[in-house]
């Protein structure tokens, strides 16, 4: 799924309009105050130009970093290393401050003010623990001085643990997929308005929700007329056991009973719990198509 470039290669800091990186996360969700989702999609699709080239603050964590890097491997025997991944398919990169392959660690190092948002850091780091495929990563926290002094002091560095979160993992996936359909038609459209952005494809699925919606009503129905046909078929079997009748026939159907009987199944369960390493071996795994799942509200 994914390619680990060297981060030195251009591709890490170059075509950031072909991705969407860790610090563009928090924008696609809405954590960004600065910036919205519209105006990086502008950015990506190429109507407007980012004029951002750094600042004081950036100049200070560009500093600050490998210090902060080292210091925590020589303070814990860790072995974090920069690293770079590339998933093609869903078009997105993640440029990892440190990741420690022998304890499966990754580390996000921050710089900041006297209140750090942990929500857009923790945000990241949920896209960065997906795409390395490990379960804890480590937030260094470094207080920034007031005269910006880039000379390393531990006094002001903490170090927040951070769990892998599948659920908000998935929720950040679906939120990059849904960013990019919208590119597209930004693409096609570039006068859009930001409203016409955020409804991209909303008329369409309306449509088919409509049409949906009309079928699981119908559905309903069906259900509950299966309900009672097989009520029906229960009873109609008990009367003809009860005056021996084996076969029945009408205009239109024909209708035998079926002798009670048994039928051999092989009790998984069970397998599992005791030979699980034999029931490990014959278990299959099968890819599943994505769906919707549809749920009538209460009351209608």
């Known amino acids: 799924m994914s390619i680990l470039p060297n981060k030195d290669d251009p591709n890490v800091t170059e075509k950031r309009n072909l991705y969407c990186g860790g ?3 928090p924008t696609i969700l809405g954590l960004n105050k600065y910036k919205t989702q519209f105006e990086l999609a502008q950015e990506k699709v190429g109507i407007v130009k980012s004029e951002f080239k750094g600042n004081e603050y950036t100049h200070f964590g560009n500093v600050l970093e490998p210090q902060i890097r080292d210091y925590i491997n020589l303070m814990n025997e860790t072995h974090f290393v920069e690293k770079t ?7 997105i990169r993640s440029n990892v401050d440190g990741y420690d392959s022998q304890h499966g660690l990754l580390l996000e190092i921050k710089t900041h003010g006297k209140n750090p948002t942990l929500k857009v850091y923790e945000a990241q780091m949920q896209l960065y623990m ?16 007031d005269d910006f002094d880039t000379e390393f002091d531990s006094e002001r560095l903490k170090i927040k643990v951070v769990e892998r979160d599948d659920e908000y993992i998935q929720k950040i996936l679906d939120a990059i997929e849904t960013f990019w359909i919208r590119c597209e038609y930004l693409k096609e459209n570039p006068k859009m308005t930001e409203r016409e952005f955020y409804n991209a494809g909303q008329n369409e699925v309306a449509v088919l929700a409509d049409k949906v919606q009309k079928m699981e009503m119908q559905l309903v129905q069906f259900k509950e ?3 009672q046909y097989k009520e029906a078929k229960e009873k109609l079997h008990d009367a003809m056991e009860a005056y021996d009748i084996k076969k029945f026939e ?3 159907v024909v209708i035998t009973r079926i002798l009670p009987g048994e039928r051999k199944s092989l009790d998984s369960k069970k ?3 005791d030979h699980p390493e034999i029931a490990e071996q014959y278990q299959k795994i099968t890819k599943t198509k994505g769906s919707v799942r549809i749920k009538l509200k209460e009351g209608k």
């Open 250 to 252: 009408t205009d239109h």
């Open 130 to 145: 997906w795409h390395l495929n490990i379960s804890e990563g480590w937030l260094a926290l470094y207080e920034r001085p």
């Open 271 to 273: 397998l599992k719990e």
């Open 23 to 25: 610090s563009d996360v």
């Open 85 to 91: 991944l590339i998933d093609n398919e869903r078009n």
């Open 225 to 227: 007329l299966e309900k």
